[in-house]
């Protein structure tokens, strides 16, 4: 895929995506998207169209997620699900190396790269700016999963409760970084554009029908009333400086009451990228093993230093999140964290809302300067 | 010389040492790298002490228990105390709260043959605990996890942070914000979030999380009554 391609409009209707996850499947990609599972909309290997939710909708809200039926049979007819797209390419788990004790010394094997060839199918908008946005922070391995990935994302036609891409920095349409682009419209048929070269070569291999004026008219549409349906918002100022200026904040004392610091947010949040190692030993001390494992900021042991915790407040677990994301992530990577996906608000135990907490420190720096 | 494991009960259920029955894949191995020394839930069979490795179940209720403990901790060189009883009072901890007289005397015909005391305590209220294995019963990766460490002369690794890590890193979805209600965000990893992966809410068997808000305290008085928090 390429990052920099300048968005393609739509040109086919596809009446189905079936033939699109088959002919990925016959090029060997393990394709992967949406489908309903425990009452969620989770990430997982679909074998056909019939795999995707189709027919389902969320409910939304601060701690809380439902499924709905809906009444239609759309396919995307949902916002950003119970996990990100980190699951495969920054997953929770990876091998490093295994040692082995030999008679004069030891031997250290790296495993190779799995081989596995991803097609995502369904990526969201704000999910296709994580993918960059964490792509730019984790460099060769993440790059090297991505660079074998097909990617078919998806235009956001319905937000969710907890949306806020908008005023993220984002929106509904899709951005630079698939390989295919769709939008689902009423049917649900899909207009469809090849944003990439590998991108086209499949799509000139699907049954379809040119797209019409009025069909992408259609699709433009919808895309566009999507943008003016968010119900969340973060305030239009400099939040880069909002956060840097609000360390001293009674908010984050006040946040911490509710706070559980479990962890949820990071684990949820499809940029968060850090990690820790952890090494193993069998019992017989032959063989010692090394992984990396996602970490969290809410993780006492992850500021432990020589001696101890640094942050061992909850309330400076919670500014260390919320600062890195909204402001010195600016400095580290030149962007902001946030995509405005609203995971982080739904999945939340304690409804703590990212937007609302944002609010709250413009509205007391508002007041401090008063 | 191999080192020597001893296996003690307390007032407990047994769960957590059936727990060491259980590593049926690594029992082999782990009678390779130790002598089973005292494990009465296993083998009738005892060898005196002292001990390297001392797993200690079960809480403090007796005081034939608080004797017997004092003897344990100075036969052994290190002391693991094994499962939620032994780490922070069990469920016999509820009577904490409540006035053991009184109880005695509802559920004894003949409470005067009963020798108890008013409150079951965890072990470290009586003896040094070199460390602890949470939960109810205790995960066995963690038991093979610290035993291992041991035996290699490093530090066992356990979590400080809440089941929701491990949920996630599962991909289990949350339970609770579906709507059945679940401790794990505030409980301590290690059991591989077990419950939530069969749909069923935490119960928060293996203590609050370290760090977890000091309110959240009061929910874990079932299994960890004695958990400081």
Sequence with gaps: MVLTRKRVLPTAMLDSLSPLIAALRADGYSVIGPTLRDGAIVLAELTSASDLPHGWGVELDAGSYRVRRRDDDAAFGHSSGAQSWKTYLHPAKVPFWTAQKTSDGFTVDVPPPDGIRYAFVGVRPCDLRAIAIQGRVLGSSYAARLESAFIVAVDCTEPGEACFCVTAGGGPACGPGADIQLTETVGPRYLASAQTTIGQAVLDTLPQQPATPAEREQGATAVAQAAERMQRHLPSIDLRDLLSGSRNAARWDEVAQRCLACGNCTMVCPTCFCTSVRDTTDLGGDIAQRWQTWDSCFDLDFSYLHGGPVRTSTSSRYRQWLSHKLGTWHDQFGESGCVGCGRCIVWCPAGIDLTEEVSALAQERQTDHE | ?229
């Design chain 2, 1 to 229: 010389m191999k080192p020597k494991l001893a296996v003690w009960k307390f007032a407990s259920c047994d769960g957590c040492q059936l727990s060491l029955l259980d590593c049926e894949d690594e029992l082999l191995e782990i009678a390779a790298h130790v002598q089973i020394a005292h494990f009465l839930e296993a083998s009738s069979a005892s060898v005196c002490g002292p001990y390297d490795i001392s797993l200690v179940e079960g809480s403090v209720t007796t005081p034939l228990d608080v004797e017997r403990i004092r003897q344990v901790r100075a036969d052994s060189k290190q002391l693991i105390t094994i499962g939620a009883c032994a780490t922070a009072g069990g469920i016999q901890a509820l009577r904490n709260f409540a006035d053991v007289d009184e109880f005695r005397s509802i559920v004894y015909a003949r409470p005067e043959f009963i020798d108890t005391l008013a409150e079951s305590t965890p072990i470290a209220a009586v003896v040094p605990v070199d460390y602890e294995l949470r939960g109810c019963p205790i995960d066995r990766g963690q038991l093979l996890e610290t035993l291992s460490a041991l035996l290699n002369g490093r530090r066992p690794r356990g979590p400080l942070h809440s089941v929701c890590f491990e949920c996630k890193t599962r991909g289990t979805t949350c339970v609770l914000v579906k709507g059945t209600p679940c401790l794990g965000p505030a409980t301590q990893a290690g059991c591989g979030a077990l419950c939530p992966a069969y749909g069923r809410g935490c119960y928060g068997c293996f203590g609050p999380a370290t760090g977890a808000p000091a309110h959240a305290k009061k929910v874990f008085n079932l299994f960890n009554s004695g958990a400081p928090s």
